[in-house]
């Protein structure tokens, strides 16, 4: 039986030598037969020690901190938000998963410092403890070789002291490494991870991943043709998958699944290089297409979150050829937004606006955003839904805090509280747009708080006022050719599985508006609001008519104002008003009985004979009419307004007038002018001479 020193020997030779096994690999992106290759995977060099900082500070924030009776490595204090300054998004992924990585293995990493004897050292102060344990994660991670030296960045004193101090005790470090694993007899060091860690990372290497398709720069029947030529075959669905298999996404027409044993084969091709097919979670691609099916031509999209450029980009590639922009929030600084344009342009997205205001910044009356119809709310959640949240946090910007949730595996209170009101304040904003039409709410959360909840809390507070149609929940629609069934559900919702990560989206549209049993008022007001009247006035409602004649006639009935339209009459002799008043008086009489009287006497014209008469044989009055006749011509205006009486009876002027014609005085009766006033103007009470004096 061999001792344990020699086991110990073959445990640390076993920790230094170990080296990655060979795969075959069947894609080849050569054209032509399928032929089987192998590859080496790439030895760790480590990183450039600004990543090592960032980690350091990262870790910091996030590490686990225990009691002081259990306490043996000393941190220093963490209460200051660490400062991070990443060179690119590179800089930026590595930094958290170096972080990450020591948040996972921080016991085992803190016993082998203690079992080596490298801590604690009087030249390192507890402020670089993190320092400490980052660096040593890595060193084991490389299986305690040397780090490559990067002379294109400046060295750092802190990374470069350590680096040197653990690179000299390697072999106490790897004999600390092996005892612990023959303690916990551990095959590797994958087994002092949590368990929750343990499944969670289990899960996600077997989930299926999806890609969406660029078609800015390739077709879907030229990338099914290319996946062929490199020996994969279609699938109906993700149950049917074998190894070199993938199907079309059931709800997004654009998106690919492919298994999970192919995604390091797939990233290598130019397929992935060439940004022609892309790798998203699901969810992002679920909120993309329920947003785009909301679109008509020429509508404009607030998209209120940078979050992921890749959902930037989705958007654009499905809004092209409808012509409308989309209007981003919250790019901050001129580097960022020069980062975004050019990744932007190289996959070839024209039709992106960057705004640099906070989308809670935006004022709803901005002229930019008037023809904005559809508010694509991504808000910061927490994240826990989607299939690989560390990818997750890395391509939604995610604070570093996210990185303790996913070690945790659940959210405080405290925090689910924060988010969930910030959640709500974003959504009562978005509703406060009164040109936007719909807006799509979505998360890749599992808490009702930060779902459901804060959608109807936010329907119920009325923010949108009366003015406008109010909002209502209506069932995504994803893509009209997308080979999902039409759900019956208002909110959408996918559990974390086996075979897909989790996801809510919520649509919110505002009813649509009847304008049959709506008043005349409304449906005016609502076409202004659409911009539909043009030059046309809304009607002034009948009750402010009302008191505009009630006025008028106050002001002809008052006695102490004479009216105006009296003055012409002093012109005129006692005999011309008296040999109008038999007729004027006879109108105003028969005026006042009703049509079947006024009939009568029309048809009964020998009864009026001798009336006739004597008006057809006074040539004096026809003289007097004739005179009439040319002072009306003269004075039209004033005539007017004494037949009317400041009434304006147009008509019954017209046959007063036709009564002074000397022809028309000898052929028509006086009963049959009297029959044609009234039917010329039945409803007017024109009013006598004595009265107008």
Same mark, same amino acid.
């Given at each position: 039986m061999p001792d344990s020193k020699s086991n110990l020997v073959s445990s640390h030779e076993d920790v230094i030598n170990d080296t990655s096994d060979l795969s075959e690999i069947k894609?080849?992106?050569?054209?032509?037969?399928?032929?089987?290759? @192998?590859?080496? =995977?790439?030895?760790?060099?480590?990183?450039?020690?600004?990543?090592?900082?960032?980690?350091?500070?990262?870790? /910091?924030?996030?590490?686990?901190?225990?009691?002081?009776?259990?306490?043996?490595? +000393?941190?220093?204090?963490?209460?200051e938000s660490p400062g991070l300054a990443f060179k690119d998004e590179h800089s930026r992924r590595v930094s958290y998963e170096l972080a990450f990585s020591a948040l996972k293995y921080q016991d085992l990493l803190e016993e082998i410092l203690l079992d080596s004897g490298v801590y604690p050292c009087q030249s390192i102060p507890d402020e670089l403890t993190s320092l400490l344990v980052v660096m040593l994660y890595d060193l084991q991670d490389r299986k305690f070789g040397a780090r490559k030296i990067f002379d294109e960045e400046? &060295?750092?004193?802190?990374?470069?002291?350590?680096?040197?101090?653990?690179?000299?005790?390697?072999?106490?470090?790897?004999?600390?490494?092996?005892?612990?694993r023959i303690k916990y007899d551990a095959l590797s060091i994958e087994h002092f991870v949590p368990e929750t860690i343990w499944k969670q990372e289990q899960r996600v290497s077997a989930l299926p991943f999806y890609v969406w398709i660029n078609t800015f720069k390739i077709s879907l029947e030229d990338v099914i043709r290319d996946l062929e030529t490199?020996?994969?075959?279609?699938?109906?669905?993700?149950s049917d998958f074998d190894h070199y298999t993938y199907a079309m996404d059931q709800h997004c027409h654009d998106v690919l699944v492919f298994p999970s044993s192919l995604k390091e084969e797939l990233l290598n091709l130019d397929l992935f290089a060439d940004c022609k097919l892309l790798l998203q979670d699901k969810s992002r691609s679920l909120a993309v *297409? %329920?947003? /785009?099916?909301?679109?008509?031509?020429? !509508? !404009?999209?607030?998209?209120?979150?940078?979050?992921?450029? =890749? @959902?930037?980009?989705?958007?654009?590639?499905?809004? #092209?050829?409808?012509?409308?922009?989309?209007?981003?929030?919250?790019?901050? %600084?001129?580097?960022?937004?020069?980062?975004? +344009? #050019?990744?932007?342009?190289?996959?070839g997205c024209e039709n992106i606006q960057l705004l640099h205001e906070d989308f809670t910044e935006l004022e709803p009356t901005d002229r930019r955003l008037q023809k904005a119809k559809v508010i694509l709310l991504l808000p910061q959640c927490s994240g826990l839904g989607a299939g690989n949240p560390m990818e997750f946090i890395l391509s939604e910007h995610r604070d570093a805090g996210s990185l303790r949730d996913l070690f945790q595996g659940f959210v405080s209170e405290d925090k689910l509280g924060i988010l969930a009101e910030r959640q709500f304040n974003e959504l009562i904003h978005a509703l406060k747009f009164n040109k936007v039409q719909a807006i799509v709410y979505c998360t890749c959360s599992v808490y009702p708080q930060e779902n459901e909840l804060v959608v109807k809390k936010a329907l119920e507070s009325g923010v949108e006022g !009366?003015?406008?149609? &109010?909002?209502?929940?209506?069932? &995504?629609?994803?893509?009209?050719?997308?080979?999902?069934?039409?759900?019956?559900?208002?909110?959408?919702?996918?559990?974390?599985?086996?075979?897909?990560?989790?996801c809510f989206v919520a649509v919110l549209e505002r009813e649509k508006y009847s304008s049959k049993k709506a008043p005349a008022k409304d449906i005016l007001a609502y076409a202004a609001e659409k911009g539909l009247l043009d030059s046309i006035s809304e009607e002034k409602p009948k009750e402010e008519k009302k008191q505009k004649v009630k006025r008028r006639k106050h002001n002809v009935t008052g006695t102490d104002r004479k009216p105006k339209t009296a003055e012409p009459?002093?012109? /005129?002799?006692? $005999? *011309?008003?008296? $040999?109008?008043? &038999?007729?004027?008086?006879?109108?105003?009489?028969?005026q006042q009985k009703h049509v079947g009287r006024t009939k009568a006497v029309s048809d009964t014209q020998q009864k009026h004979v001798g009336r006739t008469k004597a008006v057809s044989d006074t040539q004096k009055h026809v003289c007097r009419t004739k005179s009439v006749s040319k002072t009306q011509q003269k004075h039209v205006p004033r005539t007017k307004a004494v037949s009317n009486t400041q009434q304006k009876n147009v008509c019954r002027t017209k046959a007063v007038s036709s009564t002074s014609v000397p022809k028309a005085v000898r052929n028509i009766p006086v009963s049959k002018a009297v029959s044609n006033a009234h039917e010329r103007a039945p409803n007017k009470q024109p009013r006598s001479a004595e009265e107008i004096q």
């Open positions: 894609i080849s992106d050569e054209k032509g037969p399928v032929a089987k290759r @192998t590859v080496t =995977l790439i030895e760790k060099d480590g990183y450039p020690d600004s990543v090592y900082m960032n980690a350091a500070k990262i870790f /910091q924030g996030i590490r686990t901190e225990k009691s002081k009776d259990k306490m043996l490595v +000393r941190y220093g204090n963490n209460s400046e &060295p750092v004193e802190e990374v470069q002291e350590i680096g040197h101090y653990l690179y000299s005790y390697r072999t106490k470090l790897a004999a600390a490494l092996a005892r612990c490199k020996g994969l075959t279609k699938v109906e669905s993700v *297409h %329920s947003a /785009q099916a909301l679109l008509h031509a020429g !509508d !404009d999209i607030i998209v209120a979150h940078t979050g992921s450029y =890749l @959902t930037i980009a989705h958007m654009s590639v499905l809004t #092209n050829h409808g012509m409308s922009t989309i209007f981003v929030c919250g790019v901050k %600084s001129s580097a960022k937004e020069e980062e975004l +344009r #050019n990744i932007f342009s190289h996959m !009366d003015k406008v149609q &109010p909002y209502r929940l209506i069932p &995504p629609v994803f893509s009209p050719c997308s080979n999902s069934e039409a759900s019956t559900e208002i909110f959408f919702k996918m559990e974390p599985s086996e075979i897909s990560s989790g009459l002093h012109h /005129q002799t006692g $005999a *011309h008003i008296k $040999a109008e008043v &038999p007729v004027s008086k006879a109108v105003s009489d028969t």
